[in-house]
Structure formats: C-alpha cells, structure tokens
C-alpha cells in the first residue's frame, strides 16, 4: 500500500540513533522501508530517503528543489543566514545555479587542479615537519587534517594570512552548533560576514592573482551585476563564502576519517604506504566507506513527489542519506566492509547530477597528497588512545572527528 503524509506514522522517528551509530540506524532504516519521516536538524519533521537507487535518482530528479522559497509555510527553517551568506549554489536551481557554476567551474578543472599538486605538497610536508619537531602524539586532526585544507582554500581565494586563525571555530559553530548557546551561531555568523564583506572591500582595492580577484572582477566588469553571466553583490559574497567553507569542512573529514579507517585496517595501511600509487583508488572507497556528508542538502518537491511508493507532499523537507546509500548491499556487497576491490562506480559520496560537487577534484588531490606524504612520513602510524575514546561530532549533516590522536 502507498504511505503518504496523511498515512504515515504520527510522530516523525527519534534520530538519535543516526548520532550515536549511524550506519546500524541507516541499515535498520533501509531494511524498515524506503523512507521514513524524522525530526530534521531544524526541529521541522523531514522525509529520510535511504536506499541507493532512491537516493541517487532524487539527486537528479528536477522536481526535488534546492530553493528555499518552495518549502511550505511555516515548515524548514535551517540556517538564519543574512542574503549575502545565502545567495549560493546550495540554494538554487536552474538557471540561477547554471549561470553561477559556470562562472567558478573553471577554477577546478582537471589542469588548474593539478598544478596545485606540488603546493599541496608543500604544505603537507610543512605541516608534518611541525608534528615531527614536537614528537608525538599529536593530534591528526589540529595539526594536520585541519590546517591543510583550509591552508589550500585561503591561498586560493586570496585570504590574507592574519584572517585565517578564526575561521575553523565560525565553521564548527555552524556544522554543530549549541543549543543552549544559540547567541554563538548567530555570533559567528555575523563575524563571517563582517569578514568576507572586508575581504572582497580589500580584494577591490587591491587585486591579487586569486580565485577572488578573479570572481570580483567578473562582478564589476558586467554592467552591476545585470543579465548574462554575471553576479550580484550578495552572489558574489556568497560564493565566496561556499568555497571556503565547503572546501575545508569536507576535506578534513575526509582526510581524518580515511586516517581511522587505515588504523582500524592496519593490513590496508601497510600495503598503502608500500604502494602509494593505489591511493587515488584507495580515496573513492574512503569516500563511500565512511565519506564526510552522510546527507545531501535537503530538497523541496516543487509538486507531489512518490520516492519508493511514498507519496511526499509538496513542499516538505527531503533528506538524502548518502551514508546509508553507499552502505546499501543491494549495490555494494558486503557494504559494511573496507574493500579496495570492490567496483566503486557510482558511490554517492559526491553527490549525482547537476548538483555534484564543484570542488570533487580538488578534494580527491588534497586527501591523496595528505595521506601520501602522511604514509611515507610517520611508518609506525597508530593511534595515541583507546579506539573508544574517540568521539565524532555529533551532526546529522557531518561525519568527523572532534580529534584524533596518533603517535608514530
């Protein structure tokens, strides 16, 4: 029988359980049924799609909208961000997104990512000498995963080395705020802002040769923004914004939790730092294994939608759990397992369709060149304390480790 809103369970599901383990809660959902209704980060009841083939055609489907402006009265409420923080890519579709990722794609194609291999490199290999200096243990996470990607996203954009010390408390402010402390989401922010409306006053008056620069231009050079292939102010701050926090969130994830899990596969570990050629293979199972975003940004059917013989009503919040896609057996056997071997075509850890993500190159460069440098530069690489005193963050819409201490 159909379920519907109006059929469907009074109270949406605790997910709680998708906090404390969440690929036994995504494997216990996906064997309950296709979707099921929750409570979203919001506090707003949402629809929690499970299953690979659902999934991945709900990342594709036009009629699921990314656009605020067709969620229902009263109902998804996510970040209070002001309309120069919000006019990015995560909130828009065709054409506003078409004209707006065509603008910035060519900051990571596959030849402008490449050359910054070797700057990657460097810095790496500047992070791990610091490390190395003060012996162990350190934390992988603070001295390493962390200052590498944001590192690499400041120098690409053009941000001034005295403006990078704040920017990780703003993001972690954001990705897990406190709820008896909402006073300290909406401080940060402000102070996000206050800084990207200071950096691109700056980049104006003096251009650098930066992604920034680059994106202002664009912006001044094309009649204020007005018809073509152009940007508003608000577009401009707010692409700004959506590179430097999603270029470093999901890589440090990414770069930490590849980390554990060659810790929790020692064997892997070893035949990795033998074979630092089998990395960029190694990176996609990381990525579905235990990827950084177990859901998609939340959608809007801008009609009736049904997503495994569940009607959704128009206009409601819709959750895509990649985790539990990339973990659904009835795509990948055995999806509970680490497997190198394993056919790897189609995970979701990256997203599907128009949507996927913008800087996947730049990524899958800076966690192999972390991890290959990270191999070859502390053999013996362990971990600095019980498997079960590692926490990760307790969000529904990032995997990661608060720290992870390692010795070598």
Known sequence: MQKSAETGPDAPLDTTPLLDDPYAAYAALREA?????????????????????????????PRLSLDKRHAAPGGFRGFALPPALDANLL??????????????????????????????RRVAEGLLDAMVER??????????????????????????QRDRRDFRAWTDRLITPDPARPELMKQAIGAMLEFYTGLIAAKRA???????????????????????????????TSLA????????????????????????????????????????????????????APLAIRRFPKEDVEIGGVRIPAGESVLLAIASANRDPARFPDADAFDRGRDLSGHLALGHGIHYCLGAPLARLEAVTALEALLARLPGLRLGVPRGDLRHRRALR?????????AW
């Open 33 to 61: 049924g296709p979707v099921h209704r929750i409570t979203g980060a919001d506090g707003n009841p949402a629809w929690l799609v499970t299953r690979y083939e659902d999934v991945r055609s709900a990342l594709a489907d």
């Open 91 to 120: 909130n828009m579709d065709p054409p506003d997104h078409t004209r707006i990722r065509r603008l910035v794609v060519k900051a990571f194609t596959p030849g402008r990512v490449e050359a910054l291999r070797e700057p990657v």
């Open 135 to 160: 012996g162990g243990p350190a934390d992988l996470i603070a001295d390493y995963a962390g200052p590498l990607p944001i590192t690499v996203i400041c120098d690409l954009l053009g941000v001034p």
């Open 206 to 236: 003096e251009p650098g040769d930066d992604l920034l620069s680059d994106l202002i231009a664009v912006r001044d050079e094309t009649d204020g923004g007005r018809g073509g292939d152009r940007l508003t102010e608000d577009e401009l």
């Open 241 to 292: 914004f959506l590179i430097l926090f999603g270029g470093y969130e999901n890589t440090v994830h990414l770069i930490g939790n590849a980390v554990l899990t060659l810790l929790d596969h020692p064997e892997q570990l070893h035949l990795l730092q033998r074979n630092p050629a089998e990395l960029p293979d190694a990176v996609e199972e990381f990525l579905r294994y235990d990827g950084p």
């Open 398 to 406: 990032a995997r990661g480790l608060i720290s992870l201490p390692v």
